[in-house]
């Protein structure tokens, strides 16, 4: 885009500070994209949780000049250009539908429960030969994305494809402004997000909305969708049962595929698609009306449906050879997309050295030479350190990179992969399908076996932030990190929360801290259980130690005067009913005489823990830890003259000691998705999932038994599935024998005879199933929550028994 700030003021009714006539090209509501620079125009978003006026004084240090805020934060005041606006998320939403208006093509809107994303790329995929597409990244489908969306169209562009999600009733009126479609697509209307709408109709008429003004609107036919529909609009509409529709389909199972004969008016022909399942299949047929009302030819629709694919919407995090680590975006190469993987990169990073392996760009619109150009300086900002080039084009702008190697084609450069001496970097794979980019990403992983803990890091966000509006403004937030993030992986996870702006992380020994504060992690970070022999690692590392034991504090004063340190942080830990680690009442004095005067030490903070935070039965014992804790800090406060942070909270003290929450919580299990409580898991999203893979599969007759003991006997043919994860893995032997089950193509599959020690096997006999196929040890179903109620323990001990042998790979939506 290019528009000049002036020009966006008017649009915004903005009130105008500063004195610039800077041209606009590009938005941003990310803080750390290493993009953000003098034309970027930075809309300061306020969510419940955040807020990114907070981040402004940043942005001007790193070059940004020009703001849309809702006030001008203080010491900001005559830095930059400031456009103030009563809401800036409503500020981003007009300047889009203002941009909307500059540009006249037509515009395919998809909205539906189900398979908007994977429409919108299949669209691009069938239409791009003939088309310039701009289309949505990702799944950016909503009040926010949209926008954003819609304001990287450019002139070149002669065809949009966009998706609008909405999750309750009167917000689609906001996107139908912005996007203001022509061709609607409504997708499958499951029973996703049903909690916003107080009926399936109340649901279809909301999203029909967004169809207000289209030209034709292309949809499953179905009675209940007919009734809400405007007699004024065209339809187009397909079905395998109502021969009243404009197209009317038979499917049929082929081998691996689907042949479908459709049936238009006079024309009958057929054509196949790779897919089985009945998703898969309602998505290529929304994909193959739009061919037809496109008037594309039959054996033009004939080839290029056979094409489709599965598409993969996640960029994963993997670890690589040689301590490397792989941000896998393998299967898409366009200008906006690599925008998004770029600031992905940046967020994630493990080294700081990156790389970034490239393909051919498609379909941007622009000459090869204005689009190189432009990919060139988007690596410069993002202080990319190499270059992999991979194509024919990209080889041949080599010299608009620097440090870059190109090569001809996927082959070339793998022949050449041990010359390249990948290591201690990050490195971003991103390329075209045709490329077959996952060949690289399979070459650089670090090999392990098949099972993989899944972390979901919008899940984690989301359960921060979900725990942070309990919290009144002013409390600070301490998230435990200890013992490899409950399992999920620490330097990945504290990344994020430093985004956040969590304000302390906790570990449970020195060498976590020490992990975290290589990796780069700036957080502080207490240490819960900090040993003698660790002090002068704790030092060293500037980690600040909790202190709970006067011969503790005594061996560390010693250390701590020898290096001569002043005010070095410190925690005292109370022992107020735990009876684990702390001071207890009687030590205080002791304590105190020790502390006052002491200017070697600095008290950070005081804090105390918890035993029945979660257990209804013992609030009265609860309610008295925290009397205790008031009395013992606070007798520690005035003797001392002192006002240190003081923090008594974990997850479920958080949701029910509400009113303790002093000047800091310590969230822990919550961050990981599970809590003690029946309906606050239902705000809470899944972070982990376990999953492995079918090594065999075989029938086994009526008598024949399975496993080590024989301990399960068959009464009838029964199909088995090896899967290759065992109790070393951690999955626990009382799960065995029937007791537990796996999930394999959404359907549950017993565990049969014993675990092993790298394997089980389970009872396929009821799913369609084949060696290869995913299966799901523990996620959504079964829950870490519901195994552990079975097994008699706790998730805590569910999620951190997950071997480190298990790959943890990291995503984001
Ligand atoms: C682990 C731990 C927490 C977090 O507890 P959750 O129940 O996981 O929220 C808080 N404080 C201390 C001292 C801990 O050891």
């Known amino acids: 885009m290019k528009l000049n700030i002036h020009t966006i003021s008017e649009q915004l009714q903005a009130d105008f500070s500063g004195n610039t006539t800077a041209e606009i090209e590009t938005v941003s509501i990310d803080s750390r994209s290493l993009q953000n620079g003098v034309s970027t125009l930075f809309f300061a978003l306020v969510g419940p949780n955040n807020d990114a006026h907070s981040y402004i004084n940043e942005l001007i240090v790193n070059g940004v000049r020009n703001f849309v805020v809702a006030h001008i934060p203080e010491n900001c005041v005559g830095k930059a250009t400031f456009l103030v606006v009563q809401n800036t998320t409503v500020a981003l939403q007009h300047l889009a539908q203002y941009y909307r208006s500059l540009f006249v093509f037509p515009v395919i809107g998809i909205t539906g429960s189900n398979g908007k994303t ?150 009958t022909f057929d054509l196949k698609i790779p897919f089985q399942d009945d998703a898969s299949i309602e998505n290529a047929i929304q994909c193959l009306m739009v061919l037809l009302h496109f008037g594309y030819d039959q054996d033009t629709i004939e080839h290029r449906m056979e094409l489709l694919y599965p598409v993969e919407m996640r960029l994963k995090v993997k670890n690589g050879i040689h301590n490397s680590s792989l941000i896998d975006d393998s299967y898409s190469s366009d200008f906006q997309s690599l925008k998004i993987a770029l600031d992905f990169l940046e967020s994630q990073k493990q080294y700081p050295k990156k790389t970034v392996i490239l393909s051919d760009i498609f379909q941007s619109g622009l000459s090869n030479e204005e689009l190189y150009s432009k990919v060139s300086q988007l690596i410069t900002s993002n202080k990319i350190n190499r270059v992999i080039g991979i194509g024919a084009t990209i080889s041949e702008f080599k010299n608009k990179f620097i440090n870059c190697s190109t090569f001809p084609d996927t082959d070339a450069f793998l022949a050449q992969i041990d010359h390249l001496h990948f290591g201690n970097e990050t490195i971003l794979i991103k390329g075209a399908r045709t490329f077959q980019f996952e060949q690289i990403v399979a070459t650089l992983a670090e090999k392990t076996h098949e099972t993989v803990l899944e972390i979901n890091l919008n899940a984690i966000s989301h359960n921060f932030n979900f725990f942070k509006s309990k919290l009144k403004p002013t409390t600070k937030m301490m998230v435990m990190v200890k013992a490899f993030g409950y399992g999920n992986g620490g330097f990945e996870i504290a990344k994020l929360l430093e985004h956040h702006k969590a304000d302390y992380l906790g570990v449970a020994f020195a060498d976590e801290g020490m992990a975290l504060k290589n990796a780069g992690i700036k957080l502080p ?59 207890e009442e009687n030590t205080l004095t002791d304590l105190i005489a020790v502390l006052k005067g002491n200017t070697t030490v600095f008290i950070k903070s005081i804090l105390s823990h918890m035993a029945t935070s979660d257990a209804p039965e013992h609030q009265e014992f609860a309610a008295e830890q925290i009397q205790l804790f008031e009395k013992l800090s606070t007798k520690l406060m005035m003797e001392l003259s002192i006002k240190p942070i003081r923090h008594i909270l974990n997850t479920s003290g958080i949701s029910n000691f509400p009113s303790a929450q002093y000047d800091m919580v310590r969230l822990g299990i919550g961050l990981y998705g599970v809590s003690n409580d029946y309906e606050e898991q239902k705000n809470l999203e899944n972070v982990s999932t376990l999953k492995s893979i079918i090594s065999q599969i075989r029938t086994i007759s009526a008598g024949e038994s399975v496993g080590y003991g024989r301990r399960f006997i068959a009464t009838k043919p029964t199909k088995i599935a090896t899967i290759p994860i065992g109790y070393a893995d951690g999955i626990s032997r009382h799960w065995g024998n029937g007791v537990g089950y796996v999930m394999i193509k959404n359907k549950k599959a017993a565990i049969v005879g014993s675990v092993c020690m790298d394997m089980l096997m389970v009872d396929c006999s009821e799913i369609e199933c084949s060696e290869g196929d995913s299966v799901i040890i523990f996620g959504t179903t079964p829950t870490v929550s519901e195994i552990a109620k079975k097994l008699d323990t706790i998730s805590y001990e569910i999620l951190t028994s997950v071997s480190q042998r298990v790959k943890r790979v990291f995503y984001r939506e």
């Open 525 to 583: 970070i207490m240490v819960l259980n900090p040993e003698t022999t660790s002090f002068l690692a704790i030092i060293q590392n500037q980690l600040e130690p909790e202190i709970y034991s006067l011969k503790g504090l005594h061996a560390f004063l010693k250390i701590a005067k020898q290096k001569n340190l002043k005010q070095f942080p410190i925690h005292i830990k109370l022992d107020t009913g735990m009876h684990r680690l702390g001071f």
């Open 118 to 267: 994977i429409v919108k790329e299949w669209l691009n995929f069938l239409l791009s030969p003939e088309f310039t597409i701009i289309r949505s990244p990702k799944s950016y489908n909503s009040q926010v994305g949209v926008p954003l969306s819609i304001l990287s169209i450019n002139e070149q562009h002669n065809l949009g494809i966009f998706e609008a999600g909405i999750s309750t009733v009167a917000e689609m009126v906001h996107l139908e402004r912005i996007m203001k479609p022509t061709i609607g697509i409504l997708t499958n209307i499951g029973s996703a997000h049903d909690e916003g709408f107080a009926t399936i109709g109340e649901k279809i008429k909301e999203k029909l909305v967004l169809f207000k003004e289209a030209q034709i609107i292309i949809y499953h036919k179905n009675k209940t969708i007919d009734t809400f529909l405007n007699p004024n609009i065209k339809t187009f509409s397909w079905s395998c049962k109502d021969p009243n529709a404009d197209v009317f389909i038979v499917k049929k199972t082929v081998l691996d595929k689907t042949l479908l004969t459709l049936k238009k008016g006079t024309t």
